[in-house]
């Protein structure tokens, strides 16, 4: 009996760990860049939330898109972005993210 809690502990702990390391960690401000360098990236139209947060995953400006999807809802900000062009600083809180996004792109558009 205390063999097998100890092999259905084990297995919880392994699977927390996994679906932990699956989603990025937690809490985690920065993603692959060093605190304080810019980072430019585009929003395209239609963009939900969700795909905000996966675009921020991929430009190394979150290491997971909980966080970001979770307080986007708590504090109102889901539906208020705009697409376009952003620079944003590594190490930005997602709150302030939110609402640079919320204001519109704030890179001006280069021509070709």
Known sequence: ????????????FCLAK???NKIGGAGENT??????????FEIPKGSTT?????NLLEN??????IDFKYKSK???YDGTF???TYTIVAGTDELEIMEILKQGANVTGIKV
């Open 1 to 12: 009996m205390l063999i097998t809690l100890l092999i259905i502990l084990i297995a919880c």
């Open 18 to 20: 996994f679906a932990y």
């Open 31 to 40: 993603g692959t860049h060093e605190i304080g360098e810019e980072v430019t």
């Open 50 to 54: 969700s795909d905000i947060a996966d």
């Open 60 to 65: 190394g400006l979150k290491e997971n898109t």
């Open 74 to 76: 708590s504090n109102g």
């Open 82 to 84: 705009n697409y376009g």
